[in-house]
């Protein structure tokens, strides 16, 4: 590096070298600060291929650092891969297409470096660039937001919540959130009284990390003369995001620590666990048959502890969208048929919705416990799913003695209908504390405002979405196509680096068939979203696609929704269709319309950076999918300010 920038010896200029991206924990090789251009170097010794994960490792960098690194915000940044033996370099300086100043990585070789690092210089010099202060760019603020799946690698390598937020804002209200938490856990165990607290945020926000963040900082509190003492619990009924996360976790110690996968996820199941374990296991020990609507204690299949008497071991559980658990009819339905697969032990005649029965059996504890039930507003997308009005009427009616802490926007229209007021009114017990909402939107670091689009978009106020929609366009692309193919090359031009995309389809997007998709075959979440592009179930590969049962709680960078004619427009409303027999038949009981329009709503937040929405054009010859089923909803879409892409 000394000889091949001997030329600007006497420049203002800086080399850092393996400059660690704080938190991380991403090393550049070297990073030349010249002539107010930032120049991101990834050096590959003694190969002689440029390949593809390396082109995209440099890429990450430089995105990295524009979209996150302060001072890094205005400045040209030009990523270079070298693999010192190569034939070949890359000799056209080729800006971004995305006019956010990153160039296209180049390819060099050891001789061609110093040229290429001319040429830009050079190409630059006809600029106006804002100045590059060198001084204070190796202490900028580093202000990343990562996916999930990275914010909880990020917690598990200890990690602070606010420091792997990208903003002062969003950090702030994470950390405040958990530290809410933190004290009411601290206050039940001082006072051996038991609580539930409930937070709610936008789609994105971080209610999935601020559980994890509890479960975490917990498990740091255990002392090896204490163990039982402060356990937690990340539990979850959404078994795609639990294996996702616990598959990621799990694959990233074993980097990082050696050993063998089985047992790295073996760990990471300790803290992060599927809800219908926990519960399956509570209900081995109850005593059957049930008599007089009570459940019993079976003495003789489990024994009472000292503490924790009859109750799991944890004090806390942590329940991810509280608002999926089961109401009565359903639990008490799959529960006498043995399961799904009627191969489970059955239990006739049970007495108890999903939420009460969790709150009974951290109940059974004889000193203290905490359930903290984390709350998406209208994202109850399946048949059977209570909503939090089941957890507060448990409160009211089973266990009024629990102290309740309630996040104050508990009351909107989404929780419960508006009615959770009402239902609380006679509680003597409830705290309402603003500290239990996350207002600002982590999940899409360029559209915070996304969530309020997508709330009028299907509310059909064409007039506020349009106005959100202006907002938030510049930075956050939404198009529109009639042809499923320009959507995926719409979405494989988007992807920079590693950044991931795919398909997202409603459940009930049964004539997606003739565009090659395919609703009914079965997603691998794992692979659909940790695998390359060489594996042909990954999202990249744009070929699986996945429903809103499979990205609940996850997301991509960017997503393809492709919409189906089970919700279709209408100037009186949306109409809401199943298919079955080989027809569309109208789907009239409200509350199923009310899970229909929320998976949309799930399919619609999933996107960090932008998304393409592909409504088909039908075919006039194929009566379950003729245009009219689509072009209404086309053109409301297009009168929000969508684009349509050719």
Not at 513 to 540: Q, Y
Not at 564 to 593: E, I
Request: charged content about 30%; proline content about 3%; overall charge negative.
């Amino acid at each position: 590096m000394k000889d091949i920038l001997e030329e600007w010896k006497n420049e203002n200029a800086e080399i850092i070298f393996e400059y660690t991206i704080p938190r991380l924990g991403k090393r550049v090789d070297v990073v030349l600060l010249l002539r107010d251009i930032i120049f991101c170097i990834e050096f590959k010794a003694g190969q002689s291929k440029y390949l593809q994960m390396d082109m995209e490792q440099v890429m990450d960098y430089a995105l990295d650092l524009k979209n996150f690194h302060k001072e890094s915000h205005d400045a040209p940044i030009v990523p270079i891969l070298v693999a010192t033996e190569a034939d070949e370099y890359t000799d056209v300086l080729e800006a971004s297409r995305y006019h956010d100043r990153i160039y296209n990585p180049f390819l060099s070789n050891s001789r061609s470096l110093g040229k290429i690092i001319r040429d830009v210089v050079i190409h630059e010099s006809y600029s106006r660039l804002k100045p590059l202060n060198i001084d204070r760019w190796s202490i900028s603020r580093y202000e990343p937001t990562p996916t999930i799946i990275e914010a909880a690698m990020a917690l598990y390598m200890n990690h602070s919540v606010e420091s792997i937020t990208r903003k002062e804002a969003s950090g702030k209200s994470l950390k405040v959130t958990t530290d809410y938490i933190l004290d009411i856990i601290h206050k039940s165990h001082d006072n051996k009284e038991k609580s539930i607290c409930f937070v709610t945020g936008v789609p994105g926000a971080g209610k999935t990390l601020v559980g994890l963040n509890v479960a975490i900082e917990q498990s740091k509190k255990i002392s090896e003369d204490d163990r039982r003492e402060s356990l937690a619990v990340y539990l979850s009924g959404n078994g795609p995001l639990v294996k996702v996360l616990t598959e990621a976790l799990a694959r990233d110690k074993k980097i990082r620590d050696g050993g063998n996968l089985t047992d790295a996820r073996r760990e990471v199941k300790r803290f992060i666990q599927e809800i219908y374990n926990y519960r399956e296991q509570m209900l081995n020990k109850i005593k059957t048959p049930i008599r007089n609507g009570k459940l019993e204690i079976d003495e003789s299949v489990t024994l009472a502890e000292e503490d924790s008497g009859f109750a799991e071991i944890e004090h806390i559980a942590i329940f991810d969208e509280a608002q999926r658990s089961w109401n009565h009819a359903k639990l008490a339905d799959w529960l006498a048929r043995g399961g799904s697969y009627g191969n489970k032990r059955k239990v006739p005649d049970f007495p108890m919705s999903e939420a009460e029965f969790l709150i009974w059996s951290l109940n059974l504890r004889k000193d203290w416990a905490v359930i903290v039930c984390l709350v998406g507003g209208g994202q109850e997308i399946h048949n059977g799913e209570a909503g939090i009005a089941e957890w507060i009427n448990a409160c009211n009616t089973m266990f009024p003695d629990w102290k309740v802490y309630i996040s104050d926007h508990l009351t909107d229209k989404e929780y419960a209908e508006g009615n959770v007021s009402r239902i609380l009114s006679g509680n003597t017990n409830v705290t309402y504390a603003p500290e239990l909402h996350l207002n600002v939107s982590m999940r899409s670091f360029r559209a915070e405002k996304l969530s309020l689009f997508v709330h009028y978009l299907l509310n059909l106020e064409e007039e506020n979405a349009r106005s959100v929609y202006n907002e938030i366009r510049e930075n956050y692309p939404i198009v529109l196509t009639r042809d499923i193919e320009e959507a995926k090359k719409w979405l494989r031009k988007q992807a920079r680096g590693s950044e991931r995309y795919g398909i997202v389809v409603s459940s009930k997007a049964e004539r997606l068939r003739p565009l090659a998709i395919d609703v009914k075959r079965e997603c691998n979440v794992v692979h659909w979203f940790l695998d390359d592009r060489n594996d042909l179930k990954s999202s990249l590969f744009l070929e699986d696609v996945a429903t809103e049962f499979d990205v609940q709680g996850l997301e991509l960078d960017w997503t393809c929704i492709a919409w189906d004619g089970d919700l279709r427009y209408t100037p009186k409303g949306w109409r809401y269709f199943k298919f079955g027999n080989n027809n569309w038949s109208a789907n009239k009981q409200p509350m199923n319309q009310l899970y229909q329009l929320n998976a949309y709503r799930v399919l619609l937040t999933r996107a960090r950076q932008g998304m393409v929405i592909c409504v088909p054009y039908g075919n006039k010859e194929d009566v379950t999918r003729l245009p009219e089923f689509y072009d209404a909803t086309f053109s409301y879409l297009k009168r929000l300010g969508l684009k349509e892409i050719d």
